[in-house]
């Protein structure tokens, strides 16, 4: 069995937290791990699994590498979108990377929380049998409470296997007195986004139901270039893909879908409330992460990454302060913060996207300070790596060594650098930056000119294919 982890998201509810360059799956929410490294780490114990294949957007793909690595999963492929066009895609493209159509996906998101992973594991070792058997399977979320954001899943009377029941209908989202009358009658489930089947009879489904979808895959997947463990994709083919989901391309027209029901602790974190009832709380039911003082203050979830941050009185709020931004909401409201995130990207603010420390495939970087013509940033190069070779037609920089050792590339020299040393870039000039020590290299960049944005690069050479 193949896990197959989509990684598409944008999480933008989970704003300041989650951004575009930076989504929720990259962060460590719950636990010391990310998200996308929680989602492989919870299949340990699993027998007959083999290499995962990752799918995310082609902007996080150093992140998504990274992070297997860190947990040491070694992808068979890392297949990169340059667009998003939603899970129906994204899952032909696994699909059409597996060696064999034989092959059974886990198809799973890489934004969810399990708790109890026995029930997890058994559910799966019920779906590899199913899968194996040509039906398509789908883990249902055994229902809490009357949840109007989740779409629901129907099942049928007739049983498959030892648990799993055809399934009846798929349901969008419904008010809360539709959802109450589904929790009352026991046959519907929270849609969980989590698939299992054998390579073959998605692609097969999928040909039947949607087969433009599915030739516009195959070209795309057939013109993708691989480097290393990246499979970048057609961008002008993949592009001319429609957008649809896996359940309306094909779960909710094919007679081989079955849902398993889960009752596993599950949770997709697709909010902040959302976040706050997966995380421990005080004793006046407070879920406090950084430097937090609190009066009299009850049912909170409060985030501090940069400051001191005090609440006094309040309840049911939440409140996460950013080096860069503050949000605070009403937790009953948290769903508003997409709206946010819409009005900042209509004025084209920068927080929507990226924030303040912004990572690279060598490090990150984060601009501590900024004004008219001059911009400040601290600057964190990983041991052996590089930046690009490159030159700016706007701006000069002063680099100064706080740690470390650097070799800067300055036109034709080459200046090795230790602590306390430094060195002027002119505007215009070719330079790369390179840490060839052992331990990670902290520089101070002072930018001046008249522009400073990112976007004033010229790259002639970079070991991380962004030329």
């Known amino acids: 069995m193949i896990p197959v982890i989509l990684s598409g998201g944008s999480g933008t509810r989970l704003w300041p937290l989650s951004r575009g360059q930076y989504p929720k799956q990259f962060l460590p929410l719950v636990s010391d791990h990310t998200m996308v490294q929680e989602t492989l780490l919870r299949l340990a114990g699993l027998v007959g699994l083999k290499a995962p294949i990752a799918v995310c957007n082609e902007d996080h ?37 597996a060696e064999s159509e034989d092959e059974v996906l886990l198809v799973l998101p890489a934004d969810h929380v399990i708790s109890n992973l026995e029930a997890f594991h058994k559910a799966v070792v019920e779906a590899e049998i199913l899968a194996g058997q040509g039906f398509l399977v789908t ?69 039947k139901f949607n087969p433009t979808m599915l030739s516009i895959c195959e070209k795309a997947f057939k013109a993708a270039k691989v480097d290393l463990d990246f499979v970048r994709l057609d961008k002008e083919i993949f592009s001319s893909a429609s957008s649809d989901s896996i ?39 407070n879920a406090i992460s950084g430097d937090v003082l609190t009066v009299g203050t009850e049912n909170s979830f409060i985030y501090a990454e940069n400051k001191l941050v005090t609440v006094i009185g309040v309840r049911d709020l939440v409140v996460v302060e950013t080096k860069d931004a ?33 990572y690279r495939p060598w490090g990150h970087y984060d601009s501590v300070d900024s004004g008219d013509r001059h911009q400040t940033k601290r600057i964190v190069v990983k041991p052996g790596a590089k930046l690009s070779l490159q030159k700016h037609h706007h701006r000069a920089e002063h680099w100064v060594v706080v740690k470390g050792t650097a070799l800067v590339t300055k036109a034709d020299e080459k200046i090795l650098l230790s602590e306390n040393e430094s060195v002027y870039i002119p505007l215009g000039t070719v330079h790369c930056l390179e840490n060839p020590g052992v331990i990670p290299l902290e520089i101070v960049e002072v930018q001046s000119g ?7 690069i010229v790259r002639f050479d970079d070991k991380y294919g962004r030329v």
Not at 168 to 187: C, W
Not at 251 to 269: C, F, H, R, Y
Not at 270 to 283: F, P
């Open 139 to 207: 883990f249902g979320i055994v229902p809490t409470e009357p949840e109007t954001g989740y779409g629901y899943i129907k099942r049928d009377s007739l049983q498959q296997g030892a648990v799993a029941f055809n399934v009846a209908a798929f349901v969008e989202k419904p008010d809360l007195d539709t959802a109450t009358h589904y929790l009352q009658t026991g046959n519907y489930f929270w849609n969980s986004g989590m698939f299992a089947f054998k390579a073959g009879s998605f692609l097969k489904e999928l040909e």
């Open 247 to 285: 359940d309306y391309a094909v779960m909710e027209k094919t007679d081989k879908a079955v849902v398993i029901p889960l009752d596993a602790g599950w949770n997709d974190v697709g909010s902040w409330s959302a976040l706050w009832d997966v995380t421990d709380k005080d004793s006046l039911g």
């Open 326 to 358: 503050v949000m605070i909401a009403s937790k009953n409201r948290v769903q508003e913060v997409k709206q946010i995130v819409t009005r900042l990207k209509e004025l084209k603010r920068s927080e929507a996207n990226v924030h303040r420390k912004a």
């Open 450 to 456: 008249g522009y400073l944005g990112e976007d004033d």
């Open 61 to 97: 793909r150093f992140m998504m590498a990274e992070q297997l690595w860190e947990i040491g999963a070694k992808p068979a492929a890392i297949i990169l979108e340059p667009v998003g066009k939603n899970t129906a895609p994204a899952v032909a493209m696994a699909a059409l990377a």
